[in-house]
Every structure is written in structure tokens, then in C-alpha cells.
Nanobody
């Protein structure tokens, strides 16, 4: 059974940083792409970043490029999202999600939330002065 557990959320001021963690069990990161998605109050869920299983290629939404960095530690079976220069508009619940199989490269590269197979319960990030 796949289980994804996010941690690291909190409240920070604009310009500060946070690192989110996604601990995975029931899957091996060598065979699954892991993505980060977020949902702000009153808005639809949007893709933030994803890391492929095959070669570790990374993808980012335009709104976070240059500020966020996704990485993985295979030994810990954990994926991280380093978020720097946070803005109030980054406030949202952040979810990690996993996808495997034939379409995972497409789903990951295009940050397609509907294509992800398993989801964590989310962690809240609040950016406010």
C-alpha cells in the first residue's frame, strides 16, 4: 500500500524559506515519479514541481522557477521541496503525489494532477507578514 506523508509546513514571513518533505512507503523512488502540488483557498489544485524516476529530471511551474528546488534521497525514500524567497501567493496546502507506469513521464513533465495515482494528506504553508 502506497503511503505519502508530507511535513515541514508552517508560517513564515515573505522572503523566508521552508523545506517540505515527502516520505514515501510502499513504493520505490526508482520506479515512481513524485510531484508537489498545491491548493490555495478558493482555488483549484495546481502543479508546482515534479521529479522523474528514470533520470531525476525536474520540472517546475513558471510561478516557482528559480525559487523552488525539488530533490530526492533514494536511501531515505524521501522527496524534498526547498522553497526560497517565499511570497504571500505561495500560501496553500502542499501535497505530494506519486505516479508510476507507462504515462508517468508525461504526467510528471506536464504536472498533471489528474494523472497522479497516490496522494498525501498535505501540509499547510502560510506566507504572511
Amino acid at each position: 500500500q502506497v503511503q505519502l506523508v508530507e511535513s515541514g509546513g508552517g508560517k513564515v514571513q515573505p522572503g523566508e524559506s521552508l523545506r517540505l518533505s515527502c516520505a514515501a512507503s510502499g513504493i520505490i523512488l526508482d520506479y515512481y515519479a513524485i510531484g508537489w502540488f498545491r491548493q490555495a483557498p478558493g482555488k483549484e489544485r495546481e502543479g508546482v514541481s515534479c521529479i522523474k524516476s528514470s533520470d531525476g529530471s525536474t520540472y517546475y511551474a513558471d510561478s516557482v522557477k528559480g525559487r523552488f528546488t525539488i530533490s530526492r534521497d533514494k536511501t531515505e525514500n524521501t522527496v524534498y521541496l526547498q522553497m526560497n524567497s517565499l511570497k504571500p501567493e505561495d500560501t496553500a496546502v502542499y501535497y505530494c503525489a506519486a505516479v508510476g507506469g507507462y504515462y508517468m513521464d508525461y504526467v510528471c513533465g506536464a504536472l498533471v494532477s489528474g494523472g497522479m495515482e497516490s496522494w498525501g494528506k498535505g501540509t499547510l504553508v502560510t506566507v504572511s507578514s
